[in-house]
């Protein structure tokens, strides 16, 4: 009796190939965010609400915690989790341009299947970023401010502008910051789309998002200073402003990823 072996080879997934983005396609990409959180605005509102509860949540908590110096740094934070909630908006755009019904529960499954999916790795790696910098403030509270324990959010303020040790602080803090949010937000901006429509590993993922980034660095990083800026617009007035702000952003970065790479999944079938 002859025994045959049957041999599987795997074979890597195909790196998508990477378009260069101008700001004219940042232009386009921000208005197809606005048509598509006008043509869907209850799922916009509905994903935005979650920003605004849970900033709302931090700040309970912060107060609660008898910490409410704490509520710039997590606000400053607070975004960098943006990207893994956007999914729910990401799908919404994709189906809205394969033309297809807008579908509560098939919209929340996508989103609750990506636990199983390389997506829930990038949460990961999200979420791991945003404790760093949580961790990194408190390291320079106590370097340049001592284990000082400040009584209300007008107190921290007011020792961070106008001694020299809250000087520091706030450089050394804006700077590391700054680092942090570059490399979050080269990592992310087109890998959470691209899990989304595509299989793909999550470290592949990366490394699209960072070659797009450094294929066109001025037109992305200026996409994501105005992604930041509308973000703090938006939390001003008690965050009740990301409740658009956030959801035009989320479906804006879809067709900035559709521009940068293409969506390979148009119809939204069988991956998502």
């Known amino acids: 009796m002859e025994n045959t072996e049957q041999t599987v080879t795997y074979q890597q997934p195909k790196m998508p190939e990477i378009n260069a983005v101008s700001f004219a396609t940042l232009r386009g990409t921000l208005k197809a965010g606005i048509d598509d959180f006008l043509k869907a605005p209850l799922f916009g509102l509905f994903f935005g609400g979650i920003y605004a509860v849970g ?15 704490m509520i710039i740094p997590v606000a400053i934070g607070f975004p960098l989790i943006g990207p893994f909630i956007a999914v729910g908006l990401y799908e919404v755009s994709r189906r809205i ?54 009584s209300s959010l007008p107190k921290f303020v007011e020792v961070i502008t106008t001694t020299q040790e809250g000087l520091l602080f706030l450089g050394v803090g804006t700077i590391s910051g700054a680092v942090l949010s570059f490399v979050l937000f080269s990592a992310t901006v087109i890998s959470m789309p691209l899990l989304l429509d595509r299989e793909l590993d999550f470290v592949s993922a990366m490394i699209c998002s960072f070659k797009a980034v450094f294929k066109s660095p ?22 009740f402003g990301l409740i658009v702000v956030l959801p035009v952003l989320g479906h804006a970065t879809w067709h900035l990823y559709e521009a940068v790479i293409g969506s390979e999944n148009p119809a939204g079938t069988g991956k998502g």
Request: hydrophobic share 70%.
């Open 218 to 239: 001025v037109p992305m990083l200026s996409w994501g200073v105005m992604v930041v800026v509308l973000a703090f617009i938006g939390m001003a007035p008690a965050f």
């Open 97 to 150: 341009a394969a033309g297809k019904p807008l579908v509560w529960s098939e919209v929340l499954f996508v989103m609750f299947h990506q636990r199983e999916r390389q997506l829930s790795w990038m949460a990961f790696v999200v979420l791991f970023v945003f404790w760093m910098w949580i961790y990194q403030v408190r390291l320079l509270l106590a370097l340049f401010l001592g284990f000082k324990s400040f």
């Open 55 to 69: 900033g709302w949540i931090i700040i309970a908590s912060l107060n609660y915690l008898d910490m409410p110096w």
